[in-house]
């Protein structure tokens, strides 16, 4: 645990430097927001897995990269050493503030030192990033195991922090890392919630609160889940502070679309986040500026474009599993015949039908099988997301009619929030209905319809509500807050359930003996086979138990994957392709 603090420690200052460094840079040409710690640490977390992205595709990621990132880091913390000393004698923290942030900090310290693996980790998240340590990247390597094709780059980032060139025991503490920031910036923002004007933001850092207690016993993993969700959280975030009118330059709207297409590298399930891009696009036309225009579009090119050079490195496809584009005919790529099965299993796993067989089963037909399957609080989330629907529609019936002009419009960015979201949960709900695929926008839009609806009935006034009356305004503002109570019900299921959950696991952990290290990753029986006459070994698990290991690289779940697949040439840096 004490290391895992230590590991947080670094991590931070790695990332705040970073980003410190690359805000002064590209300063001389995009006005950016009041600099906050978060801010330049999530900074600092998007260039570094940029630069690990790109460095992947050349070299490995070990000691010699680490080195020469802290190397830049150390650059950047003395280039940029005038705003980190402002930043520095701004700070206003209380002891009582300092109290709650180390409470906060060592509560999930605790969860990362131990605790069950994330089931992707065994499968192959783990053995990724070891991957990215030792090869960087391998030719065809999905063909070995089909789930290396999914190429996150989240696991580039988590493989940096490792440490594992000089500590006996890999680290695995970013989700950790991530989930501290993320929970310390909601919290230290939320005790001013009743100095702000609207509260879009208040709701979604509450949202980002609620997905760190549902995904508290996971801390100890660095699922691709749980940072795709949590770096998402804060985007939306960021993007309510826009809806809220918390943040006044225009830039910043192209500074969140970068953000937005960066997120897709970390995971498709947040794809749709990319929808945000019109906005900046339509304001940077207007103005024609041409210099800020080219600048996002490099930034947003050089934070996009080495995901896709990887994916066909990897795969041979643009975007794994999605064979609908189909650009590039290499000798190491995936067969379309295992992409579809992968991509069919995706769905109907997620659809709770579990046969691939069944995957043209219509909605009306899986829906209910699907329903049936999901747990009560889960059920009662979703019902959340259907009286949100009614929120907003109510919402813009009282802006519509009985609001104080100066409230009656939804600002762009709101609309465009409301739209984004709602294309990730349709993507999600029609390709993978995995609870766990879409959980931050499935908190954040109850929670954010809410925040609406609450600021305009604190608006509403029974004169003004012309045509309607005091009787009607008075039955806008039951109904509203009907609505309201409703919401706030559908959490109550999922709250207590995760709650107990918790402390269960807290108790249960207390005696682990990872007070001072972390536990290792998990440890699997390996046998070995041999492929083409280089004799080149891959590793796969001992018996029915399809768990992969960070330890023998390379590594496979599914022997049958490997023989499938043969040897490009004498060394794994070669290389595999498909049997022909």
């Not at 005038?82 to 509560?107: G, M, N, P, S, Y």
């Not at 590039?328 to 046969?355: H, M, T």
Request: charged share 15%; with cysteine; hydrophobic share 50%.
């Amino acid at each position: 645990m004490i290391e895992v603090i230590i590991s947080f420690i670094y991590i931070a200052l790695f990332c705040l430097t970073i980003g410190s460094g690359v805000r002064k840079v590209l300063g001389k040409w995009i006005t950016f927001p009041k600099e906050d710690v978060t801010g330049l640490i999530v900074t600092g977390i998007i260039a570094l897995t940029t630069a690990v992205g790109w460095i992947s595709i050349f070299f490995r990621i070990g000691a010699v990269v680490h080195v020469f990132l802290l190397i830049i880091a150390v650059l950047s913390a003395w280039y940029s050493r005038d705003e980190l000393t402002t930043l520095w004698k701004k700070r206003q923290f209380t002891l009582a503030d300092i109290v709650l942030a180390a409470f906060i900090t060592v509560i999930i310290a605790f969860a990362a030192s131990r605790g069950e693996f994330h089931t992707d980790t065994g499968i192959y998240h783990a053995a990724a990033i070891r991957l990215y340590e030792d090869y960087g990247i391998i030719k065809g390597v999905a063909n070995i195991q089909l789930h290396y094709g999914y190429n996150s780059s989240y696991l580039g980032f988590a493989s940096l922090f490792t440490m594992s060139f000089i500590l006996p025991n890999a680290l695995h503490t970013t989700t950790g890392f991530l989930m501290t920031v993320f929970a310390l910036d909601a919290v230290f923002n939320l005790k001013h919630i009743k100095q702000h004007g609207s509260h879009y933001a208040d709701a979604v850092r509450i949202a980002v609160l609620l997905y760190i207690l549902m995904n508290y016993t996971g801390t100890v993993s660095p699922a691709t889940d749980y940072g795709t969700m949590l770096m998402t959280g804060y985007f939306l975030t960021k993007w309510a502070e826009l809806a809220d009118g918390g943040i006044e330059e225009r830039d910043c709207y192209g500074l969140l679309s970068v953000f937005a297409l960066f997120l897709v590298t970390m995971k498709l399930s947040a794809a749709m986040c990319v929808i945000v891009v019109v906005l900046p696009v339509y304001y940077l036309i207007r103005k024609r500026e041409p210099k800020k225009t080219a600048v996002f579009l490099i930034t947003g090119l050089l934070s996009f474009l080495f995901y896709p050079v990887r994916n066909v490195i990897i795969s041979g496809w643009l975007f794994y599993p999605f064979e609908k584009i189909d650009l590039f005919n290499v000798p190491w790529k995936v067969p379309v015949e295992y992409s579809l099965v992968d991509s069919a299993q995706i769905k109907v796993w997620g659809r709770c039908l579990y046969d691939i067989n069944k995957l043209d089963m219509g909605l009306s037909e899986w829906f209910p099988i699907w329903w049936e399957a999901q747990e009560h609080y889960d059920q009662m989330l979703i019902y959340g997301g259907i009286i949100s629907v009614i929120c907003l529609i109510l919402t813009l019936v009282m802006r519509l009619t009985g609001v104080r002009e100066r409230s009656r419009r939804f600002r762009a960015p709101v609309v465009i929030m409301y739209i984004m979201i709602a294309a990730n949960l349709a993507v999600w709900f029609f390709m993978a209905p995995f609870v766990r695929y879409g959980l931050i926008f499935l908190l954040s839009l109850p929670l954010l319809t809410a925040a609406g609806l609450t600021d305009t009935l604190k608006n509403i006034s029974g004169r003004e509500n012309a045509g309607k009356g005091m009787f009607g305004a008075a039955l806008l503002r039951y109904a509203g807050i009907t609505l309201l109570i409703l919401t706030g019900i559908c959490y109550c299921a999922r709250i207590d359930h995760y709650v107990m959950d918790d402390l269960v696991f807290a108790k249960q952990n207390l005696s682990a003996p990872y007070y001072i290290s972390q536990e290792p990753f998990e440890r699997s029986d390996m046998d070995v086979m041999y492929l083409g006459d280089a004799r080149i070994p891959i590793y796969y698990p001992v018996g029915p138990v399809e768990k992969n290991s960070y330890y023998t690289p390379v590594s496979t779940c599914y022997d049958d994957m490997a023989e499938r697949s043969e040897p490009m040439g004498d060394s794994v840096k070669d290389g595999f392709k498909p049997k022909r």
